[in-house]
């Protein structure tokens, strides 16, 4: 049956926009957290990537964020197409797109509101939708509806009527008979708030899931991405990640399922615990940074419920956002990552514990 | 003989601990931490910010006043307070009480209250103080490098 997919990537708070363009940083609460990587690629781009690891293709990204030229997020724009629109176009936006597919004979479009993260078996949501031979199949859990839904492409006019019930929310209040449920079982994070990012970050790295951090497993459940430099005078215990091009300087320490994003840098003493450091985040020396989301200066200690900035860069900061290069060469890595068969889904195996701390030696 | 000591000198810190604030907090202090045995308690209660000239303060601080055989001990932290000083250790160095009231009463002394004429630890540079007295309370916040769990 072919597949198309519509990925709509909606920012309910405008403030945020700019969070991830600017110097500044938004609060988490108002941010699209499916954004923010996650053990090295955003829970976006592994949508992207697990859709098209099901034979999904194309895959429109239809969102009012302009993802492609915010500095701090990651877009691969080899694996789908995207579509930055205003905030009220986004329906028009999707509406045309299935127009579209319909008329180049695709038989289903797969739509997903990105707000949460679920490890969906496509061919058995595409299969279930086949079997009942139902407009629209919605997909829900245990606890209610999941934000994503396959309709049938043979009848557009239909499916654009239906569309529009989906959107706000009334299909099974006013076209019960045209719709019909999967009832999902598998992992499943709805990324409601950062506790649930959180969440997903320490159960990818203690292997809850099937998500998988970006880079090479160095030790048992130790990940480092591309170009990480860890000091030989760190200690990273398992199980913990370091993204690509972070620096872990002498005596840091980086425990319990803690992970730091690409381009951070952690200096000396400075321990993290059960936290979330994201990308492009400076921590200072001699800190403790245990049971937090940190971004540049903001800080959210999951703990105490408490979020605020620090001004100041010789404790947190945000370090230069990515040149246009730096992002090019990112592109093109993810692009080879995506030709040479995607090892998001698969653990890598290849310990090298004897190099782990050479090789990753920063030079004073 | 007994030796006099000075009073127990319960200062506010003000919103922002930040570098302009430090200079006239450090200049208001000098000559209180150059006495023999300095005792202060700074309440934190206000807190919402501090930077590293912040933190800087709170260890020279203590510093100069563990030189001179006194002590600097914390109170009442606001949330925010709270979460910087466990981000930079310092929740590590300090013993930090609940009240003013808990930190003065460690080192002997009871705050003054409109109906007590007993003790007194002052809101500013100009208090009078006594001797220890006989019973200090457990802090009920914190103990920090005092405390028997941290050393074990």
């Given at each position: 049956m072919?597949?198309?997919?519509?990925?709509?990537?909606?920012?309910?708070?405008?403030?945020?926009?700019?969070?991830f363009?600017?110097?500044g940083?938004?609060?988490?609460?108002?941010?699209?957290?499916?954004?923010?990587?996650?053990?090295?690629?955003?829970?976006?781009?592994?949508?992207?990537?697990?859709?098209?690891?099901?034979?999904?293709?194309?895959?429109?990204?239809?969102?009012?964020?302009?993802?492609?030229?915010?500095?701090?997020?990651?877009?691969?724009?080899?694996?789908?197409?995207?579509?930055?629109?205003?905030?009220?176009?986004?329906?028009?936006?999707?509406?045309?797109?299935?127009?579209?597919?319909?008329?180049?004979?695709?038989?289903?479009?797969?739509?997903?509101?990105?707000?949460?993260?679920?490890?969906?078996?496509?061919?058995?949501?595409?299969?279930?939708?086949?079997?009942?031979?139902?407009?629209?199949?919605?997909?829900?859990?245990?606890?209610?509806?999941?934000?994503?839904?396959v309709?049938?492409?043979?009848?557009?006019?239909?499916?654009?009527?239906?569309?529009?019930?989906?959107?706000?929310?009334?299909?099974?209040?006013?076209?019960?008979?045209?719709?019909?449920?999967?009832?999902?079982?598998?992992?499943?994070?709805?990324?409601?708030?950062?506790?649930?990012?959180?969440?997903?970050?320490?159960?990818?790295?203690?292997?809850?899931?099937?998500?998988?951090?970006?880079?090479?497993?160095?030790?048992?459940?130790?990940?480092?991405?591309?170009?990480a430099?860890?000091?030989?005078?760190?200690?990273?215990?398992?199980?913990?990640?370091?993204?690509?091009?972070?620096?872990?300087?002498?005596?840091?320490?980086?425990?319990?399922?803690?992970?730091?994003?690409?381009?951070?840098?952690?200096d000396?003493?400075?321990?993290?615990?059960?936290?979330?450091?994201?990308?492009?985040?400076?921590?200072?020396?001699?800190?403790?940074?245990?049971?937090?989301?940190?971004?540049?200066?903001?800080?959210?200690?999951?703990?105490?419920?408490?979020?605020?900035?620090?001004?100041?860069?010789?404790?947190l900061?945000?370090?230069?956002?990515?040149?246009?290069?730096?992002?090019?060469?990112?592109?093109?890595?993810?692009?080879?990552?995506?030709?040479?068969?995607?090892?998001?889904?698969?653990?890598?195996?290849?310990?090298?514990?004897?190099?782990?701390?050479?090789?990753?030696?920063?030079?004073? | 003989?007994?030796?006099?000591?000075?009073?127990?000198?319960?200062?506010?810190?003000?919103?922002?601990?930040?570098?302009?604030?430090?200079?006239?907090?450090?200049?208001?202090?000098?000559?209180?931490?150059?006495?023999?045995?300095?005792?202060?308690?700074?309440?934190?209660?206000?807190?919402?910010?501090?930077?590293?000239?912040g933190?800087?303060?709170?260890?020279?601080?203590?510093?100069?006043?563990?030189?001179?055989?006194?002590?600097?001990k914390?109170?009442?932290?606001?949330?925010?307070?709270?979460?910087?000083?466990?981000?930079?250790?310092?929740?590590?160095?300090?013993?930090?009480?609940?009240?003013?009231?808990?930190?003065?009463?460690?080192?002997?002394?009871?705050?003054?209250?409109?109906?007590?004429?007993?003790?007194?630890?002052?809101?500013?540079?100009?208090?009078?103080?006594t001797?220890?007295?006989?019973?200090?309370?457990?802090?009920?916040?914190?103990?920090?490098?005092?405390?028997?769990?941290?050393?074990?």
């Open positions: 072919r597949t198309a997919a519509i990925i709509i990537v909606q920012d309910s708070n405008q403030s945020s926009v700019h969070d363009s600017g110097a940083s938004a609060p988490f609460g108002n941010r699209n957290l499916a954004l923010l990587d996650v053990l090295g690629e955003s829970v976006l781009n592994r949508t992207i990537a697990r859709l098209q690891r099901y034979g999904i293709q194309p895959i429109s990204v239809v969102s009012d964020i302009d993802i492609a030229h915010a500095p701090r997020l990651s877009w691969d724009g080899a694996t789908a197409d995207l579509e930055y629109t205003e905030a009220g176009e986004l329906l028009a936006s999707v509406e045309r797109l299935l127009f579209q597919y319909s008329r180049q004979d695709f038989k289903a479009l797969v739509l997903i509101q990105l707000t949460a993260y679920a490890e969906l078996d496509y061919f058995d949501v595409l299969r279930s939708h086949r079997d009942q031979g139902r407009a629209v199949t919605t997909v829900q859990d245990g606890e209610g509806p999941l934000p994503v839904s309709f049938n492409l043979k009848h557009e006019e239909q499916c654009a009527e239906l569309l529009r019930s989906f959107w706000n929310g009334s299909l099974w209040h006013r076209n019960r008979s045209c719709a019909s449920r999967y009832v999902f079982n598998g992992y499943l994070n709805r990324l409601e708030n950062p506790y649930e990012f959180r969440r997903l970050v320490t159960d990818a790295l203690t292997r809850r899931c099937e998500l998988r951090p970006l880079g090479r497993e160095v030790r048992p459940r130790v990940w480092l991405g591309d170009g430099r860890v000091d030989s005078g760190a200690r990273i215990l398992a199980p913990a990640y370091v993204g690509a091009h972070s620096k872990v300087r002498a005596a840091a320490l980086v425990t319990r399922a803690a992970s730091v994003e690409r381009n951070c840098e952690v000396c003493g400075t321990v993290i615990d059960d936290a979330t450091v994201l990308r492009f985040s400076y921590l200072g020396p001699g800190l403790e940074v245990a049971h937090t989301l940190v971004d540049g200066g903001r800080l959210l200690h999951l703990a105490r419920n408490l979020e605020f900035e620090i001004q100041d860069r010789r404790l900061g945000r370090l230069r956002s990515p040149s246009p290069l730096l992002r090019l060469r990112d592109r093109v890595m993810a692009r080879v990552r995506s030709s040479a068969s995607s090892d998001v889904f698969v653990p890598t195996d290849s310990p090298e514990p004897a190099s782990f701390h050479t090789a990753g030696e920063i030079t004073p | 003989m007994r030796k006099t000591r000075l009073p127990v000198l319960v200062r506010q810190l003000p919103q922002s601990v930040n570098a302009e604030n430090v200079r006239v907090l450090q200049g208001e202090l000098d000559s209180f931490l150059k006495a023999d045995g300095p005792r202060l308690v700074f309440d934190l209660s206000q807190v919402e910010e501090m930077d590293a000239a933190v800087d303060m709170l260890l020279r601080c203590v510093s100069d006043a563990t030189k001179r055989d006194g002590d600097l914390l109170a009442a932290p606001s949330p925010r307070a709270l979460v910087i000083l466990e981000l930079t250790q310092l929740d590590r160095l300090f013993e930090i009480f609940e009240t003013p009231a808990e930190a003065a009463a460690s080192y002997g002394v009871t705050l003054m209250t409109e109906n007590s004429d007993e003790t007194l630890a002052s809101g500013s540079s100009n208090g009078n103080g001797e220890p007295g006989e019973s200090t309370p457990e802090p009920q916040l914190r103990s920090g490098r005092r405390s028997d769990s941290d050393v074990a």
